[in-house]
Every structure is written in structure tokens, then in C-alpha cells.
């Protein structure tokens, strides 16, 4: 079982930042790609960006130039760095992790959601 728990989110006026972590836990052998995803009102749930193990980043074009991913790999820990943001990226978004986990000698794959957090921007 693999848990993934964000943080970060809250309320930011148009124009600032905001950064959200997501970190995973359990018996967890390699993470392949982690991501973020967003999801507001009525919408449904999109792409924000994905990092492989790797380093290599996409984003959606929405958020290039203003949102960076990154990761620590040994913390088993992504972040989205927000800046510049706008009032269209009020949304819940929601971490992603995929790769393999269980027990030794019996590793599977798993994907994985957070719970999602709030990001509200206000004009």
C-alpha cells in the first residue's frame, strides 16, 4: 500500500506563489513518475506536470513558464513550485505516483492518488 500526502495549498492573491509537496510512503521499491494533477469545479481533472525518476519534466501548456516540478528521490517527495499565478489555477490539485511496491521479492506496480489540495487564487 502506497499513501501519497500533499501539502502546501491555501489561499494566494494573482501574481504570487505558492509551492505543494507530496510525499509518498510505503513499501515502496521505485517510483517511476510523479505528478500533479488539477481539478476544478465542474472541470475535469487535468494534467499540471509529471517528473520521471530521471529528472525529465512535462507540463501542460497552461502552467509552462510559470509552475516547475521537481523531486528528491530519496525522500520519495515531489514538489510544484507555483509562480505567477493566475486566478484560472483555483483548482484541488492532486499528487500521482506510479511504480513498484510490496514485499521483498514480491514487488508490484501501483498508482497511486493523494487526497488533493486547495489552491484558491483570488484577483
Known amino acids: 500500500q502506497v499513501q501519497l500526502v500533499e501539502s502546501g495549498g491555501g489561499s494566494v492573491q494573482a501574481g504570487g506563489s505558492l509551492r505543494l509537496s507530496c510525499a509518498a510512503s510505503?513499501?515502496?521499491?521505485?517510483?517511476?513518475?510523479m505528478g500533479w494533477y488539477r481539478q476544478a469545479p465542474g472541470k475535469q481533472r487535468e494534467l499540471v506536470a509529471t517528473?520521471?525518476?530521471?529528472?525529465?519534466?512535462n507540463y501542460a501548456d497552461s502552467v509552462k513558464g510559470r509552475f516547475t516540478i521537481s523531486r528528491d528521490n530519496a525522500k520519495n517527495t515531489a514538489y510544484l513550485q507555483m509562480n505567477s499565478v493566475k486566478p484560472e489555477d483555483t483548482s484541488v490539485y492532486f499528487c500521482?505516483?506510479?511504480?513498484?511496491?510490496?514485499?521483498?521479492?514480491?514487488?508490484?506496480?501501483?498508482?497511486?492518488w493523494g487526497q488533493g489540495t486547495l489552491v484558491t487564487v483570488s484577483s
Open positions: 510505503g513499501s515502496i521499491f521505485r517510483i517511476n513518475v
Open positions: 517528473i520521471t525518476s530521471g529528472g525529465s519534466t
Open positions: 500521482y505516483a506510479d511504480g513498484r511496491a510490496g514485499a521483498l521479492a514480491d514487488y508490484r506496480t501501483f498508482e497511486a
